[in-house]
């Protein structure tokens, strides 16, 4: 199944649509909030981190490698779903080139 994503996804950008991630890629996501680690395996198995003190607000850092574009709107979808504001996304890898899996 995951080649025939693969070749969808190619078939989209052929015909200029925009492509999708169809590879594993690491991302940081900053929401607003503390989120219990215990959420690690529903969401991808990322890794946790809230920061904040006495007088700062929560924030939560979840880091950790998906396996494509759909696992990451999956992980935002349940954040969202659980009320929290996403502040930012980043992706973190580096040196990726076309064919590279």
Same mark, same amino acid.
């Given at each position: 199944?995951? @080649?025939?994503?693969? %070749?969808?996804?190619?078939?989209?950008?052929?015909? +200029?649509?925009?492509p $999708?991630? %169809?590879?594993?890629?690491?991302? /940081?996501?900053? =929401? /607003? +909030?503390?989120?219990?680690? +215990?959420?690690?395996? #529903?969401?991808?198995?990322?890794?946790?981190?809230?920061r904040g003190g006495?007088?700062l607000?929560? &924030? %939560?850092?979840? /880091?950790?490698?998906? =396996?494509?574009?759909?696992a $990451?709107?999956? @992980? &935002?979808?349940?954040?969202?779903?659980?009320?929290?504001a996403?502040?930012? @996304?980043?992706y &973190?890898?580096?040196?990726?080139?076309?064919?590279? #899996?």
């Amino acid at each position: 199944m995951l @080649v025939s994503m693969r %070749t969808a996804a190619k078939e989209k950008h052929e015909k +200029g649509q925009r492509p $999708l991630i %169809t590879y594993p890629a690491e991302y /940081q996501i900053h =929401i /607003q +909030g503390r989120l219990d680690i +215990g959420w690690s395996d #529903r969401l991808a198995g990322m890794s946790i981190t809230t920061r904040g003190g006495k007088n700062l607000p929560p &924030l %939560t850092t979840l /880091q950790g490698q998906l =396996i494509d574009q759909s696992a $990451l709107l999956g @992980v &935002l979808n349940t954040l969202h779903d659980l009320g929290f504001a996403v502040l930012h @996304v980043d992706y &973190l890898s580096k040196g990726y080139q076309p064919g590279e #899996r």
